[in-house]
């Protein structure tokens, strides 16, 4: 192979495959490296996406969301070469590609890859739903998988509290659907997986297919109200629970009505009132709060009865057997955020990431557990040890046999009994934790708050559930054959919405989904609520203001609503009415004489009758006066020029314009009292135009309106 500059450069190489090598390397025979006469060559045409996709493609494997101006960086780092923006999508796509493979394909071989997680992990339930054939020589269609694996269904039972969380996502690439989860509790309150699958759309029919598989696993029964399910009020959730367990509890994320209920009602006092309902441990309280809701708002109170019964959202109605207080659906959130990259993939791609994660994941919590010593947790000690804080505001009283009264601030007393672990506040009895009464009767007798937690809370509990780790599989060339025919891709179907990456931020939270505080108080977005500067009335603006406002005391000038723009008259158009100086009269009408910002006609300070006067002198003035005033106008604009005081250029204006702009200034600047300047400058705008001055200040201080009234613009 021998390879050459341009013309005249003189540089070249010749080298030569050598097959005693054993390489498919080329040895260079001749070599001449001195470039002449010739610039660098920046463009290479044999660098195609297919060639950058290849070599590149082990980069794009650690960093899977290689942004493009890094990899055209890479090729002029290394290659000394350019390539375009184009070609370097394109090869990262062919690079990712290779790497996720072919989605098709994974469809095809999703019958092997479920042999092979049923052959490691015993006891795992597999389920999947393909359209039938549509004629004899086609495939049946990909519609549904579900996946239960064996260990995380054996440790769920053997600790986990019997409370489900359940949630949906989209799912991203060739095929968009949805993820549909069922997430449990561990005893330090982390979120441990069940089983997910993956579905065409969420909806009523979705969540009874996977739902019946996932009470067979948990061997649930029909009748059975052990178990309490919490879900952010999913489409077709509700019905498809209610059909098959109609006995279960069903919690609704107070975070997710809070945000509908802050659409009508926002504000930090309106958000006390409503999660004072919500954290309300007895019915008692329940209502107190409620009735507070209802004396400040009635609107309010009114939505938050149209709401969800409270039994689904408000502490003082949950069942005391689930050792549980959750108000929001936390474990789904958070296991949804960990899987974001894993939507990405195709069907076996998503998840087998998943698989990997949460094996991983497991070992890493056993290890990170070892590290902590004592009966819970450390997420539950450090719960625990919050609550130790508001226990020293109280005071006790003790019977001799385990009884306490705790009396504390603004007269509150409750009975605590630490034999039978309750208190009357009733915290303690559906959390499974001590309140804040119960520790300081705890701590009076010297003993450690963390031993009268629930047992469900126990760390030895925890490494009994985290013993059921998951198993490594092989590779794809390893996997057996399958009962399952060969599938086709599923129909493309229509998500509802536009579908993101991300979830959707709250207002109280930052990009990164970290809620923002500020001294340890959550901070809401600012609301702004728009008002019109016409009418002065919320909800719309003056462009759509249809009020009229009264006029300001009989002092200001009438306000009619603005007309539409396609109605009002150009510069020197004539509306067809008749005026006070004759429809044809060209003279500038002193109601629209803008000073400074500023209407005459509008100004509160003007006093009474001063429009009335300027009125009756115009029509008396005859047709000849009007001429003369016209020609001494330049007199009067010099004479003005030499006093240094700004006046503005003066337009004819009919009726329908004078009346807008007039309500217009009004409604902008009736609000600001006059300077003397501002009403010096009115004055003489006033005499230029031949009016009656309505201010008495300066040099029309000492003189009255009669001396004046035929002084202004005569000669």
């Not at 739902?211 to 077709?236: C, H, M, R, V």
């Not at 689930?322 to 936390?330: A, G, R």
């Amino acid at each position: 192979m021998r390879a050459k500059c341009a013309d005249p450069c003189k540089w070249y190489i010749y080298a030569s495959h050598v097959p005693a090598l054993g390489t498919e390397d080329f040895v260079v025979k001749t070599i001449y490296d001195v470039h002449t006469n010739c610039s660098h060559a920046w463009r290479n045409k044999n660098m195609t996406s297919n060639w950058v996709a290849d070599k590149f493609e082990e980069s794009v494997r650690s960093n899977m969301n290689m942004p493009v101006r890094q990899l055209l960086q890479s090729i002029d780092e290394q290659y000394s070469c350019e390539i375009t923006r184009n070609k370097g999508y394109k090869a990262l796509a062919m690079a990712k590609a290779a790497i996720k493979g072919s989605a098709s394909q994974q469809y095809i071989d999703v019958g092997r890859y479920t042999s092979e997680l049923q052959k490691t992990h015993p006891d795992t339930t597999i389920d999947i739903k393909y359209s039938p054939r549509a004629d004899p020589e086609s495939n049946p269609r990909f519609m549904r998988f579900y996946c239960c694996l064996g260990p995380l269904k054996k440790g769920f039972r053997e600790g986990c509290r019997p409370l489900i969380a359940l949630d949906g996502c989209h799912t991203k690439g060739a095929y968009p659907g949805q993820l549909l989860t069922a997430i449990g509790a561990d005893p330090n309150n982390g979120w441990w997986p069940l089983a997910w699958t993956v579905v065409e759309k969420e909806a009523r029919e979705q969540w009874l297919w996977f739902l019946n598989l996932l009470i067979g696993d948990l061997e649930i029964p029909a009748t059975s109200s052990e178990y309490t399910f919490i879900s952010d009020q999913q489409k077709g959730l509700d019905s498809a629970l209610l059909e098959l367990l109609p006995e279960v509890g069903h919690r609704y994320c107070v975070q997710h009505m809070y945000r509908n209920f802050k659409k009508k009602h926002p504000g930090e006092v309106f958000k006390e009132k409503f999660w004072s309902i919500a954290v309300a441990s007895t019915v008692e309280f329940y209502e107190a709060a409620l009735e507070e809701l209802r004396a400040y708002d009635q609107q309010a109170h009114a939505w938050v009865k149209r709401a969800a019964p409270p039994h689904h959202w408000c502490k003082a109605f949950f069942s005391l057997h689930m050792k549980s207080d959750m108000l929001v659906n936390n474990l789904s959130k958070t296991f949804n955020s960990h899987i974001l990259n894993a939507r990405e993939l195709p069907v076996i791609g998503m998840v087998e990431w998943i698989r990997q994660f949460i094996m991983e994941r497991i070992s890493n919590r056993v290890y990170w557990m070892r590290k902590y010593s004592g009966p819970v947790g450390p997420a539950i000690k450090a719960l625990i040890e919050e609550r130790e804080k508001f226990s020293r505001k109280w005071k006790s009283i003790s019977n001799g046999k385990g009884g306490y009264q705790v009396r504390g601030p603004k007269g509150e007393q409750f009975a605590v009994y630490l034999r039978d672990r309750t208190c009357t506040c009733r915290l303690w009895q559906i959390s499974g934790l001590p309140c804040c009464h119960a520790i300081f009767a705890i701590l009076k007798i010297g003993r450690n708050s963390n031993d009268y937690a629930d047992q469900c809370y126990s760390r030895d509990l925890f490494f009994q559930i985290y013993e059921n780790v998951l198993y490594p599989i092989s590779g794809k060339s390893l996997w057996s054959q399958s009962d399952i025919p060969i599938l086709d891709p599923p129909l493309a179907c229509v998500q509802p919405g536009r579908p993101k990456k991300a979830r959707r931020k709250d207002s109280s939270e930052n990009r990164s989904g970290v809620h923002v505080r500020t001294n340890n108080v959550q901070k809401l977005r600012k609301h702004v609520i728009m008002h019109c500067r016409r009418c002065g009335q919320a909800g719309h603006n003056a462009a759509t203001c249809k009020s009229v406002p009264e006029n300001n005391g009989g002092e200001g000038c009438s306000q009619p609503a603005p007309a539409p723009k396609h109605a009002r008259k150009s510069k020197g158009t004539n509306n067809g009415s008749s005026t006070a100086h004759g429809a044809n009269s060209q003279e500038p009408d002193f109601a629209h004489v803008e000073v400074q910002g500023y209407s005459s006609s509008c100004v509160n300070s003007q006093p009474h009758g001063a429009e009335e006067q300027t009125t009756s002198h115009n029509d008396t003035s005859s047709h000849a006066e009007r001429n003369a005033q016209a020609a001494t106008s330049s007199t009067k604009k010099q004479q003005i020029r030499k006093t240094k005081t700004p006046v503005r250029r003066v337009r004819p204006v009919n009726d329908t314009d004078q009346s807008t702009t007039a309500a217009n200034k009004q409604s902008l600047h009736s609000k600001r009292k006059l300077s003397e300047i501002d009403k010096i400058r009115i004055n003489t705008n006033y005499e230029y135009l031949g009016k009656e001055p309505p201010f008495k200040i300066g040099r029309w201080a000492g003189t009255s309106r009669s001396s004046r009234s035929g002084s202004g613009r005569s000669d």
